[in-house]
């Protein structure tokens, strides 16, 4: 079998507050299926994320609440850490930008940066709150989103728009610390000078063509991050800093740059490459081979919140430094709304992962369950109670646990549960075999296209299928008079069954593990279903 190798980059979650499932619809369990998919078809896959403890978001809330960040980090990434595995998100390593490691690498990638002429150093005026003697980057500083007019955009972007935004261009800005008009005083820093790079950036993402080879399909890349990254490109891109005058982060590691770190979007996407290191390190793996080589494919996901950073800011930071894989698709999702609004922390308007799991114990793929099959992949979507328990009580009950159940119950009422034998086929046999056949191929290439919703959909259509079988024939009624039809209605029943247990695994882990329990399904892989 010819083994194909894979990283795949989950969105580094801020470690200042728990997960919503906003969060989760976003960019892990779309990643977790896809990971989850390839392993089973026997693929090479390194599964990265971790917690991002740097940049403002942070130092914010430790503010805030009156502690040193490096007390919040340490709180939101236990509880993070904890809530992605509860919940089945297997990560081959839940990693921290806060760790030596990872300062390492940032320090050692802005010094190659560097000295290839990556950055202009300029002095600007910027944001300054003269009460708490601070200058005001990302999210020390708010305003009126020029694009949408929300009140309460930062710095760095609108939360209500999705807009990437820089703090000259909020609309009557005010400092988020005292909430005074800031002035301006002049700094230093050191801006990545994007605008040098427009050329091959709109060839990379518009034609897949890098160095003037094929690179990658962009007819597979979802239109909203083409599109995006088409209209940012087209209105010309800006030099943007990648330092901030700060206290808590990457320290940048040349002279005359003291009381600065790394710009949190510098720094965060090196933290995918550190944790790979670290991985790599401890399961006696080279981490280049996950990086480098031309055999792997690299694939971020994301949210449609962070595509400007991972298609334009991070691609121009890997190929100025040299030898790096650039990605090969970055499915971005648009936004998981509740009850029919915008998911907010700071109005406390959301379903916090943590909490779901400890109140719905046992009910972690009725969630998943539902979240994939309302996800976010074209346009925003809706999460409601009212959908979540019509799609447990109407799909995962009536259709693929009946079926399960009725399987279980027959094999074990008739023969001890043991699997019967196969006789002579019928032509409605062979039908249902045939269909029965398709599923892998159908299910395994929606996920492979990154449609999720499309690849559970024909999930349960093969629920469906093995649910009219045993109705149209109704083999409890066949016993007594034609036991080897029955034999056979259920042998091909149990293959279904067998089938599900398979292509159940990316989607629902823990009801995939139970029935393969149940049918005493080991080692097995995705090409033994069908």
């Given at each position: 079998m010819n083994v194909k190798r894979f990283t795949v980059t989950?969105?580094?979650?801020y470690a200042n507050g728990p997960l919503h499932i906003g969060h989760i619809a976003g960019a892990y369990l779309p990643a977790d299926i896809f990971v989850r998919y390839q392993k089973a078809k026997g693929n090479d896959v390194a599964f990265i994320c971790g917690s991002d403890e740097h940049g403002a978001a942070i130092t914010l809330k430790a503010k805030n609440e009156n502690v040193s960040p490096k007390k919040i980090v340490d709180k939101y990434h236990k509880i993070n850490k904890k809530a992605f595995k509860d919940f089945g998100i297997d990560f081959s390593i839940y990693h921290r930008t806060s760790d030596k490691l990872h300062h390492d690498t940032a320090q050692d990638f802005f010094k190659t940066l560097e000295k290839k002429d990556a950055f202009i150093k300029?002095?600007?005026r910027q944001f300054f709150d003269q009460e708490n003697n601070q200058f005001l980057a990302d999210r020390y500083i708010t305003g009126n989103c020029p694009k949408c007019d929300a009140d309460g955009a930062y710095g760095d972007q609108c939360e209500k728009c999705g807009s990437t935004l820089s703090p000259d261009e909020l609309i009557n800005p005010k400092s988020t610390l005292s909430g005074n008009i800031p002035i301006k005083k002049e700094t230093t820093h050191w801006y990545l000078t994007m605008q040098n790079h427009e050329n091959w950036l709109k060839d990379w993402i518009e034609n897949g063509k890098l160095n003037g080879k094929n690179h990658h399909n962009p007819n597979k890349w979802r239109s909203q991050v083409i599109g995006q990254c088409r209209s940012w490109i087209n209105a010309g891109l800006k030099e943007r800093a990648m330092t901030r005058d700060l206290d808590w982060g990457v320290k940048v590691p040349i002279k005359d740059a003291e009381g600065k770190v790394l710009y949190d979007?510098?720094?965060?996407?090196?933290?995918y490459i550190s944790a790979t290191k670290k991985w790599a390190g401890d399961n006696e793996k080279n981490?280049?081979?996950y990086w480098k080589s031309e055999n792997t494919e690299l694939i971020h996901f994301i949210g449609k919140d962070n595509i400007v950073f991972h298609c334009i800011i991070f691609p121009i930071i890997l190929k100025t430094h040299g030898d790096y894989n650039?990605?090969?698709?970055?499915p971005a999702n648009e936004f998981l709304n509740l009850e029919g609004e915008k998911l907010s922390t700071s109005?406390?308007?959301a379903i916090w992962l943590h909490e779901y799991l400890e109140e719905f114990k046992g009910q972690e793929d009725t969630l998943r369950y539902t979240l994939c099959a309302t996800a976010p992949e074209s346009k925003d979507t809706d999460f409601t109670w009212k959908d979540f328990q019509a799609r447990n009580n109407n799909e995962l009950v009536a259709i693929?646990?009946?079926?399960?159940?009725?399987?279980?119950?027959?094999?074990?009422k008739f023969w001890n549960g043991v699997v019967p034998n196969c006789y002579e086929l019928d032509v409605y046999d062979k039908d249902v075999l045939k269909k029965l056949?398709?599923?892998?191929?159908?299910?395994?290439?929606a996920i492979e296209k990154y449609r999720f919703r499309e690849g559970l959909a024909e999930f349960m259509n093969l629920a469906r299928l093995g649910n009219k079988y045993l109705t149209d024939i109704e083999p409890w009624k066949l016993r007594d008079t034609n036991e080897k039809k029955t034999e056979t209605v259920m042998y091909i029943s149990l293959q279904i069954a067998a089938s599900l247990a398979i292509l159940s695994e990316p989607f629902m882990p823990f009801s995939s593990e139970k029935l393969k329990t149940i049918l005493a399904l080991s080692n097995v892989s995705w090409n033994d279903a069908g």
């Open positions: 989950s969105a580094l979650p300029k002095m600007s979007w510098l720094d965060a996407p090196i933290g981490w280049e081979d650039l990605p090969t698709n970055v109005k406390n308007w693929f646990g009946n079926f399960i159940n009725r399987v279980v119950v027959l094999t074990h056949q398709t599923f892998p191929a159908k299910i395994g290439e």
